[in-house]
């Protein structure tokens, strides 16, 4: 089985850079975000002109020193190379700031489609926007990183190119066999998964494949999905969608920590009238993505192999990817034969391109495999 196809407009992954930077190498531009641990701004970097992404990491001396969020972000984003993943350049310790170079993006796409609606309506960009987000995180599945915060805000658009990266691994945290217990208070809430609202503390993957689905569904109905303003008002949401859950519908659900036998009793509707302008692939797609049983969900790389992307090329109006990502530890063309239907764990081949890594030149296990660690991964989450 072939790794996924590239995205249209990849041409590389860019580098680290050679010499180590500081502060005064950059100009800052504009502020252009806010997080919890601190700003994001637009700079020039004054030894090559080219436009980069700031993070200023406020540190407090008092506390515990440089944020754990950002120790992890760094950790795992210098292990992750992948052309549908924002690049980490430099590292900048000065002035009790920490400072992250980012590669710089025009826009996230929740600010791209809000202010350009009619791309919503060109499925092929659409298409191209969920193929690289499964690919992206296929490839962070295969290296035993779990993102856990995926969200429009999170995902990086390049106007020019169409070219999505995800960004933001403030929460994501490697992941290991067997899981441990994490905090359920991850993903933003519209995104978050059944299992984390219902308050399991052992989950794994299929949280992120769930947050694709609640996106994808987003970008074509240009509205949110399951738009819940507190956990409960989130739950019945998805619980009117797709059904009030019991053991019969996915094992063990009614022994999770917050699920009360008193929930009110909904029916599950049709996704055509969820999302009645979406084709009967990606209808298949769709809910393969938002199963209630954890381990019932498609894969992250098992999406990026499922039907609805048969036509999905990258367009010969945008550069093409150069020839090594068709060569051995590269993106080579997707397989064409049809859709990765069914319960699949992730493999340990890598799940698209890789650059560096541990999985270059692995070959992907062949269509419905998945080995013994994999399949308790799966189990575990439900």
Known sequence: MSAPKPAPGVTSVNPPRKTPATMDNFEKVEKIGEGTYGVVYKARDRRDDSVVALKRIRLDQEEEGVPS?????????????????????????????????????????????????HVSNDRRV?????????????????????????KPQNLL?????????????????????????????????????????????HYSTPVDVWSIGCIFAEMINHAPLFPGDSEID?????????GTPDDGAWQGVEQLPDYKTQFPQWRAKEWKDICPSLDEAGLDLLEQ???????KRISARDACNHRFFDDYEPSTERPRPSDRFGREGGLKKRRSDGAGE?????????????????????????????????????????
């Open 69 to 117: 969020t950002a120790i992890r972000e760094i950790s795992l984003l210098k292990e992750l190379k992948h052309e549908n993943i924002v690049s980490l350049m430099d590292v900048i310790h000065q002035d009790k700031k920490l400072y992250l170079v980012f590669e710089f993006l025009d826009v996230d796409l929740k600010k791209h489609l809000d202010t350009h609606p």
């Open 289 to 295: 993505m938002l199963q209630y049983a954890p381990h």
């Open 234 to 242: 989130e739950l019945f949401r998805i619980f009117r969608v797709l």
């Open 342 to 382: 069914g319960a699949r764990g992730e493999g340990r081949g890598a799940g698209g391109a890789t650059r560096g890594g541990g999985s270059d030149g692995e070959s992907p296990p062949s269509k419905g495999s998945r080995d013994e660690n994999d399949a308790k991964d799966a189990n575990d989450a439900e």
């Open 157 to 201: 658009v390049d106007q020019t190119t169409n070219v999505l990266k995800l960004a933001d691994f403030g929460l994501a945290r490697a992941f290991g066999i067997p899981l441990r217990a994490y905090t359920h208070e991850v993903v933003t809430l519209w995104y978050r998964s059944p299992e984390i609202l219902l308050g399991a503390r």
């Open 126 to 150: 659409i298409k191209g926007y969920l193929y690289q987000m499964c690919a992206g995180i296929a490839y962070c599945h295969s290296h035993r990183v779990l993102h856990r915060d995926l």
